[in-house]
């Protein structure tokens, strides 16, 4: 999987510099499997999921604001990756009796979306199927 590095500004990177384009290309002959970007906007984040295999978003129980990408991979049969869903190691639940982890897994998304994440004790991951 080739990800498309973005420095925030995902519409120009897309729309001026044709890169996803140049993926798709590579892709259909053979070259590569899958490829995607991880984006920091909504807009960006929906057009390079139009384009693209998969999409990598932002979202953690503090910052939902592109579910609306994860929404629409859902929706086309698009991978999701997550990045900073423990809200790099700050996340935490109001109520001490929620797990954070849990809580932030409570809504069915896509059969794609994995997460890896890192205990104290041992390294672990979770599937969360779409139901």
């Given amino acids: ?22 993926l798709a290309d590579i892709k259909q002959q053979g070259l590569i499997r899958a490829f995607g970007m991880p ?26 604001e592109e579910e609306a990408v994860i ?4 929706k086309h049969g698009k991978a999701v990756l997550l990045k900073k869903a423990l809200a790099s190691g700050h996340i935490v639940s109001k109520n001490d009796e929620i797990d954070s982890v849990q809580a932030m897994y409570s809504k069915q998304y896509h059969p794609s979306i994995l997460s890896i994440f890192s205990t104290h004790k041992h390294l672990t991951y979770k599937y969360y199927p779409s139901g």
Avoid: F, P, Q, W
């Avoid at 925030?8 to 140049?22: A, F, H, Q, R």
């Avoid at 929404?71 to 859902?74: G, H, L, Q, S, V």
């Fill in 39 to 64: 984006t920091k906007t909504v807009g960006g984040g929906l057009l390079a999921a139009e384009k693209s295999d998969c999409e990598m978003v932002t979202h953690n129980l503090a910052y939902r």
């Fill in 1 to 22: 999987m080739v990800l498309v590095h973005s420095d925030g500004n995902d519409l120009e990177v897309i729309n001026n510099y044709g890169i996803l384009d140049v």
């Fill in 71 to 74: 929404e629409y991979c859902r």
